[in-house]
């Protein structure tokens, strides 16, 4: 879409700049007449090189008494580009939510690698089965200063036939990818709550100070899309990880298996985005402003903004929304999460068939991330926060479980699934919110398949089979839900045939 807000005056009943307004009380200009024909037609590239070479193999006649030592070791080279070439309306800056500005940039990366498995023990009492394994990586990236070196360790241990203990503690590592680093920077209208929503009755003497200090109303209320900045960062480093895992596998029963892995991570320097809620709270709720998240909110006038401020506030424009919100790619500070993973299943002859159940799911411990240091940890498992990584609301919910049901013959199959997702409370819900809790959900999806012959089968079924709407919560975009939480679309039938060659 094609847009100059200052081509003319709102009284001279013109639209966008490019549309024809039959409205309008003066005809289009020779000036604007021209510019709409400005083409739109960027280009995006990205080109990939990449050379590999691996080996494996075991270490011969030097064995240990579960068996032979294994390896593999190997080199990696690749080399990175990206371009943004803009073109036409959108170089003049006339497109929305579209970068004017040409980007361009490669890295080039070595890798050496080295992995081994030793089997330690194998069929004596105590131990059918007892392995360590162990793994290095060399990472050197042209982008980056330090040559990063990162381990992995494991072990398995199968005491008795049917029940296996494992457990990993892995270094990670994770350049930023070129198009974290090289992306353009353009405007987004990403959803946030306003922390001056009706300030007035709030019991914060602190955000009392900062709304007013805004010249907002006491009853202020806003438009819930902020008016961003979102894409790449150049400046990017790696992200560095540490992860442990212990988990515990049981299947010595006929037909029936049970695993339970628990999982501590931790990252840092992860990159991502600090998210348009937490920039706003952070701010808005320290003395004066004196938040370091409050210099990421630049105005109306930042960068490819180009929009009439707020006459007495700096951080908001003449809508009075929060305007030039810098939520590009960042290394923030740390992320710790913690839960466990569980996988239930059984299957039992039936009819002619086989009848399958299972049940999987994870329980999120915890889910706290620090976007700078020195910033508050913000605690988001069981809430509604902002996704960090995808820079929108969503639900971080203590429980997500499947609960699944089918059957099978040689001829077709019948299955039905049912998705939990448990509620979120908005971790930015103020005193006047109206719902601060988004309920918990749950889903019904069935599907039938016919196998006509060894090619050709045929599929229908259905996903939310009951039509089940996403839960109301206050405050999140027009919709008032969290819409990368929920089944916005309702209920969706399908047909669908697959030929197999």
């Keep these: 879409m094609l847009l100059d807000p200052t081509a003319c005056a709102a009284d001279d009943g013109c639209a966008a700049v490019g549309y024809w307004n039959p409205f309008a009380k003066n005809t289009m200009t020779q000036e604007q007449s021209d510019f709409a024909s400005v083409t739109f037609s960027p280009v995006r590239k990205g080109t990939t090189t990449q050379f590999m070479a691996n080996l494996s193999g075991d270490l011969g006649d030097l064995e240990l008494p579960g068996g032979a030592i294994q390896w593999a070791a190997g080199y990696e080279r690749r080399t990175e580009y990206y371009l943004n070439e803009p073109?036409?309306?959108?170089?003049?800056?006339?497109?929305?939510?579209?970068?004017?500005?040409?980007?361009?940039?490669?890295?080039?990366?070595?890798?050496?690698?080295?992995?081994?498995?030793?089997?330690?023990?194998?069929?004596?009492p105590f131990a059918e089965r007892l392995t360590f394994t162990a793994a290095v990586r060399a990472s050197d990236y042209s982008n980056l200063e330090d040559t990063a070196t990162n381990t992995k360790f494991g072990f398995e241990w199968e005491p008795?036939?049917?029940?296996?203990?494992?457990?990993?503690?892995?270094?990670?590592?994770?350049?930023?990818?070129?198009?974290?680093?090289?992306?353009?920077?353009?405007?987004?209208?990403?959803?946030?709550?306003?922390?001056?929503?009706?300030?007035?009755?709030?019991?914060?003497?602190?955000?009392?100070?900062?709304?007013?200090a805004d010249g907002l109303p006491a009853d202020f209320t806003s438009d819930t899309q902020s008016n961003a900045i979102v894409g790449g960062n150049p400046d990017l480093e790696a992200e560095e990880s540490e992860s442990i895992t212990v988990g515990i596998v049981y299947s010595g029963i006929e037909n029936f298996s049970v695993a339970f892995d628990y999982f501590d991570i931790k990252i840092e320097q992860g990159i991502g985005t600090a998210g348009v809620d937490n920039i706003a709270n952070e701010c808005y709720?320290?003395?004066?402003?004196?938040?370091?998240?409050?210099?990421?909110?630049?105005?109306?006038?930042?960068?490819?903004?180009?929009?009439?401020?707020?006459?007495?506030?700096?951080?908001?424009?003449?809508?009075?929304?929060?305007?030039?919100?810098l939520v590009t790619n960042a290394n923030l500070s740390t992320f710790e999460t913690s839960g466990v993973d569980f996988d239930f299943s059984y299957n039992m002859d039936l009819g002619g068939g086989t009848f399958t159940t299972t049940l999987n799911g994870t329980y999120l411990m915890a889910y706290d991330y620090t976007l700078t240091a020195g910033s508050d940890t913000i605690e988001a498992a069981g809430m509604v926060a902002a996704d960090q990584w995808e820079g929108n609301p969503a639900v971080f919910a203590e429980w997500r479980t499947n609960l699944g049901f089918n059957f099978a013959t040689d001829d077709y199959s019948a299955n039905v699934t049912f998705r939990y997702q448990s509620e979120g409370e908005d971790i930015s819900a103020t005193d006047t919110t109206l719902d601060s809790v988004a309920d918990s959900v749950v889903y019904t999806d069935i599907q039938g398949t016919y196998y006509i012959n060894d090619t050709y089968t045929i599929s229908a079924g259905a996903r939310n089979l009951f039509d089940v709407k996403p839960p109301y919560i206050s405050n999140y975009d027009d919709s008032n839900t969290v819409n990368y939480s929920y089944d916005l679309a309702g209920q969706y039938l399908y047909v669908k045939a697959t030929a197999r060659f």
């Design 285 to 325: 709720n320290s003395v004066a402003f004196s938040s370091p998240l409050c210099a990421l909110i630049k105005g109306s006038k930042y960068g490819p903004l180009d929009t009439p401020p707020h006459p007495t506030s700096p951080r908001r424009n003449v809508s009075e929304v929060l305007s030039g919100v």
């Design 160 to 212: 008795v036939d049917g029940l296996l203990t494992r457990a990993t503690f892995a270094e990670g590592f994770r350049a930023p990818s070129i198009t974290e680093l090289f992306d353009p920077q353009e405007q987004s209208a990403l959803s946030y709550t306003d922390p001056c929503w009706s300030y007035g009755s709030s019991t914060n003497a602190t955000l009392k100070a900062n709304c007013a």
């Design 87 to 124: 073109d036409g309306a959108e170089a003049l800056g006339q497109v929305y939510g579209q970068a004017g500005e040409r980007t361009e940039g490669d890295y080039s990366v070595e890798e050496v690698y080295a992995e081994f498995n030793f089997p330690i023990l194998s069929g004596v």
